[in-house]
């Protein structure tokens, strides 16, 4: 009989998806947070067709990939389709989401109990930092279209000329 104690074989995978366009210090924000809890989070981005988007895709799974290049533990990809069947095949437990404020609860609690419904997928709820909930990729590309200096909200690896 062993006396050492077992090891877990199963990794605790995370997905944290979003449309990052672009990717913000609040997104960085809620990564680096949610870090100690998982042994992996995939950082996915969307792809809805239907959907405009000021960046495309490519730049902005660059982005993400510079962004969390020194973390390990950080993967960035791309999907298409519900999130919760991108976790089946990833073989994530959990959702990470970030709220900046009540109206995010309402509409992420509703996506939360329908991925449940689904698959069996918990979403773990991070609130925003104070100094970041104001931070939202919406406003960000407001400020790019009016060649507003972004520099504070978006990490390094994004840098507009």
Not at 11 to 40: E, K, N, Y
Request: some cysteine.
């Amino acid at each position: 009989m062993s006396t050492s104690p077992e090891i877990p074989t199963e990794q605790r995978i995370a997905v944290f998806p979003g449309s990052f366009d672009p990717v913000t210090i609040g997104h960085v924000s809620i990564v680096l947070r949610a870090l100690p809890l998982f042994d992996r989070i995939v950082v996915a981005i969307g792809e809805n067709t239907s959907k405009r988007y000021m960046f495309p895709l490519d730049q902005r799974l660059d982005w993400l990939k510079k962004t969390f290049a020194d973390m390990p533990k950080v993967e960035a990809i791309s999907f298409q389709g519900l999130t919760a069947d991108l976790c089946v095949k990833l073989g994530a437990q959990h959702i990470v989401r970030g709220l900046r404020n009540s109206t995010d609860h309402g509409h992420e609690r509703s996506i939360a109990l329908m991925n449940h419904e689904l698959r069996g997928v918990e979403t773990i709820f991070l609130p925003a930092l104070p100094e970041h909930a104001h931070i939202s990729s919406t406003i960000v590309r407001e400020l790019m279209a009016n060649k507003a200096d972004v520099t504070a909200f978006v990490p390094a690896a994004v840098r507009i000329p």
